[in-house]
């Protein structure tokens, strides 16, 4: 699986047991909470949309998770620092995906609207809302995942079932999302996650990407012959994988 996620782990002292699933933190908002009963250990995530999120195993109580953050806010403000500047910018005019365009205009009202007309991504912005600003940011977003969202379910599944079929490779199925740091992904089950983010990319990137997860229905790891496998039917992967690090998967 190809992923760019930063974990901050620490040992439990303790089994504990509580309901709770939220942690109101007074400097970074609140932390969505879960047990695993894979986890052994405690960790924090920072989600594409910028929040944090901690996975417990099933001992874990809120009061582990915030020893945690404040035994790791400066890397955590880093972290978060790292994510906003890699968050792309959207403006008028610019291109979106494969084949669509976007377009911004001030509307008349104070509420803001989105939609798809052919290709071209039509943003209305309300009274006293900006475009560069994140709240301006997060409406433009917004229509343009359902642009991407569109050119990924035309695209993908077709391109994905071509490679398959040329290099004898079997999945279960495949699914979309705009998955946290990672371009796409392969289940035990054989279930390929694409990020609708790939289709921002050249489109020999987006083949890099599929053969990497079709390989991980053989094997589901990194080690040396997950490599041979992926350099067998992309000879040139070396170099692809150095070309995907200087993109990102963020919407």
């Known amino acids: 699986?190809?992923?760019?996620?930063?974990?901050?782990?620490?040992?439990?002292?303790?089994?504990?047991?509580?309901?709770?699933?939220?942690?109101?933190?007074?400097?970074?908002?609140?932390?969505?909470?879960k047990r695993s009963r894979a986890s052994q250990y405690v960790r924090l995530r920072l989600a594409h949309d910028g929040t944090l999120r901690a996975t417990l195993p099933p001992g874990g109580t809120?009061?582990?998770?915030?020893?945690?953050?404040?035994?790791?806010?400066?890397?955590?403000?880093?972290?978060?620092?790292?994510?906003?500047s890699s968050q792309p910018l959207y403006q008028a005019g610019q291109r979106i995906g494969q084949s669509h365009h976007l377009q911004l205009s001030s509307g008349q009202g104070n509420e803001s609207t989105h939609k798809l007309l052919g290709q071209t991504v039509v943003v209305s912005l309300g009274i006293g809302t900006n475009s560069d600003d994140p709240a301006g940011q997060e409406i433009i977003k917004a229509a343009v995942k359902a642009a991407l969202k569109r050119e990924a379910k035309a695209y993908l599944p077709r391109r994905l079932q071509y490679l398959a079929e040329k290099y004898g490779f079997n999945y279960e199925k495949i699914r979309y999302a705009n998955q946290s740091g990672r371009w796409g992904s392969c289940s035990s089950s054989g279930t390929i996650s694409l990020n609708i983010a790939l289709m921002n990319l050249p489109l020999?990137?987006?083949?890099?990407?599929?053969?990497?997860?079709?390989?991980?229905?053989?094997?589901?790891?990194?080690?040396?012959?997950?490599?041979?496998?992926v350099e067998s039917h992309s000879p040139g992967y070396k170099q692809l994988r150095k070309q995907l690090k200087t993109h990102n998967p963020y919407i």
């Open 1 to 33: 699986m190809i992923k760019l996620q930063r974990t901050v782990a620490a040992l439990l002292s303790t089994r504990k047991t509580t309901s709770s699933l939220k942690l109101e933190d007074s400097e970074f908002g609140t932390i969505i909470c």
């Open 62 to 84: 809120i009061k582990h998770v915030q020893q945690l953050v404040d035994g790791s806010r400066d890397e955590l403000r880093r972290l978060m620092g790292d994510q906003r």
């Open 204 to 229: 020999e990137l987006i083949d890099y990407v599929l053969i990497h997860e079709l390989c991980h229905t053989v094997h589901l790891h990194h080690q040396s012959n997950f490599w041979s496998l």
